[in-house]
């Protein structure tokens, strides 16, 4: 401390003392003046160097941000960033995952094999043994993805599957298996309000030697195809140009008998671009209410196979839901149903170390008809109107006679049940389920089961189907299954805890609040030192 100035200025107000003790007639004594000395009071130079005045600064900022974050920016700053990277773009986490599956599904498949051909032709219940699971790991990806100023993208999706001989056990691709021609039943039910039309087909299957059963194996009946001499009849004489009887394609155009020279489940389908169709999705970047919402299918909104509302193109693509979910249900496009299938809520689960999901499952109401669900007379495809439990996919699928159900016909009517032998429906083993994370809206576990029936029914006109039973005879079944991974799962379980706890937030900005405070008392309280010692030097 600079001494000197305060030594003057104690100089010179003794002085101005002494001199009005002189005007004062000269009566103070010595023990007066030095009362006056004591009564000095010498003033404190309080100062901060630069680094103390930093560091309390410093303080004040990390206490002003703390409280902001406590009082909800901790929470908008998580909510963008969470925002960032579930929105569809390129860049984020979740693009990466949508764009190409990061883990591979499994595809398994069981086919019914029909143990009493002869019997069945002739109008006995059909007798039927499950083999399988037949397994395919499934793959996706995104391809031609095209962005769009209205917060959309367009895409293919190409799948492929990779038989798994693993998981299949002792199951073969070369299995043989005893199944329905579907062709010939397909033929006749396109015919089936034309009976002069069905004179001349029943000659036409006599003349190429149709027959209403095939045996096969499991790798020609999925993907490679089964030959059919009523296939290659068409194609020679009707497809051909040059054919002997293209002047009737007019009659076949749009029909399976016309598009495929061959006949399987998944024909064509392997590593196809175009099978699925165009999908258009909204990306979820103006509001993550509409993540993964689907726009449009095919360029539209509606398709041709139902009717309104039946029709409608709605619900997610399938891959990505809101964040935002109800509790109520789900829906979802299928461009394998060429619907929007409606999934409800029935639990929370916690099977995924401690990741809770809420799952969602195919019930009786799920493929409803108008008696069980009033309104859903506009799934019925012309005059035909599906059994409760029954898809009618006829006009998704060239007019086959198709229907979807679930797995032995779990919580389909009875009645479909007790047209065939060898089913027996189980919850556990044929119920749909979808789990998906609420709070991000990502699948934590898929399990689409699905089977495909074809309704038999009896032409007098047509000797190969004369005396068949009227009945819905299930084909096959499959199960397409996938999970997220452990590791997976528990970046998830961090990621939610620290959106829906509080705890964290509250800790850190607290502790750096007491930090922030402490270093401030550290440092006034070390100045307060250093200018107390330079006073009592003086």
């Known amino acids: 401390m600079d001494v000197e100035p305060l030594l003057r200025g104690a100089s010179s107000t003794s002085d101005y003392g002494t001199n009005d003790g002189k005007r004062n007639g000269g009566s103070r004594n010595a023990a007066d003046e030095d009362d006056e000395a004591t009564a000095v009071v010498t003033p404190a130079r309080w100062y901060l160097t630069g680094c103390q005045i930093a560091v309390l600064v410093l303080a004040v900022l990390a206490i002003v941000l703390s409280v902001a974050m406590l009082a909800g920016g901790y929470k908008a700053i998580l909510n963008n960033a969470l925002h960032e990277q579930l929105v569809i773009k390129k860049g984020s986490k979740a693009y990466d995952m949508w764009k190409a599956t990061p883990v591979p599904l499994s595809l398994k498949l069981y086919v019914f094999n029909l143990t009493n051909p002869e019997e069945f032709k002739n109008g006995s219940k059909p007798v039927l043994d499950e083999l399988g699971p037949y397994v395919w790991r499934e793959y996706h990806k995104k391809q031609n993805v095209t962005f769009h100023p209205n917060d959309t993208v367009t895409y293919l999706q190409q799948r492929w599957w990779v038989w798994d001989q693993h998981a299949s056990g002792n199951r073969s691709q070369d299995d043989l298996i005893i199944t329905l021609n579907t062709i010939p039943v397909a033929a006749a039910y396109g015919l089936r ?127 990505l839901f809101s964040p935002h979910l109800s509790r109520k249900d789900l829906i979802f496009f299928s461009s394998d149903l060429c619907m929007s299938a409606k999934l409800f809520f029935k639990e929370e689960v916690n099977d995924y170390g401690g990741l809770t999901t809420y799952r969602y499952w195919g019930t009786n109401h799920t493929f409803a008809n108008g008696t069980t669900v009033p309104g859903n007379e506009c799934y019925c495809v012309g005059k035909t109107c599906a059994p409760m439990g029954l898809l009618n996919a006829e006009s998704c699928r060239m007019g086959a006679p198709a229907f979807v159900s679930f797995p032995h016909f779990y919580a389909a009517d009875p009645f479909l049940l007790n047209g065939v032998e060898g089913l027996a429906p189980d919850e556990k083993k044929h119920s749909l389920f979808l789990d998906v994370v609420p709070n991000l809206g990502v699948p934590a576990d898929v399990s689409i089961k699905l089977q495909i029936n074809i309704h038999v029914t009896p032409f007098p006109s047509i000797s190969l189907l004369e005396r068949v039973p009227d009945v819905y005879l299930p084909m096959l079944w499959f199960e397409v299954q996938g999970g997220m991974t452990p590791s997976i799962a528990s970046q998830m379980k961090m990621l939610v805890y620290f959106m829906n706890s509080s705890v964290p937030s509250v800790v850190v900005w607290s502790v750096i609040i007491c930090l922030a405070v402490l270093a401030m008392v550290v440092v006034l309280l070390v100045a307060w030192r250093r200018n107390s010692s330079y006073d009592l030097v003086t």
């Not at 096969?216 to 040059?242: C, E, S, Y």
């Not at 293209?246 to 020279?261: D, K, R």
Request: a negative charge; aromatic letters at 14%.
């Open 193 to 319: 309000n034309s009976i002069p039309f069905q004179a001349f087909l029943d000659l036409g299957l006599k003349s190429v030697g149709e027959q209403l059963t095939v045996s096969t194996t499991a790798r020609k009946l999925v993907f490679d195809g089964v030959k059919d001499p009523l296939l290659d009849w068409v194609q020679k004489n009707v497809v051909n140009k040059k054919g002997k009887y293209h002047i009737l394609y007019p009659f076949f155009e749009g029909t399976a008998v016309a598009e495929f020279e061959k006949f399987a489940w998944f024909f064509k389908r392997n590593l196809s671009l175009t099978y699925d169709g165009e999908f258009n999705m909204m990306t979820g970047e103006d509001t993550l209410d509409n993540l993964g919402r689907i726009d449009n299918w095919n360029g539209r909104n509606s398709t041709s196979f139902y009717t309104p509302p039946c029709n409608e193109v709605t619900g997610s693509a399938g891959e």
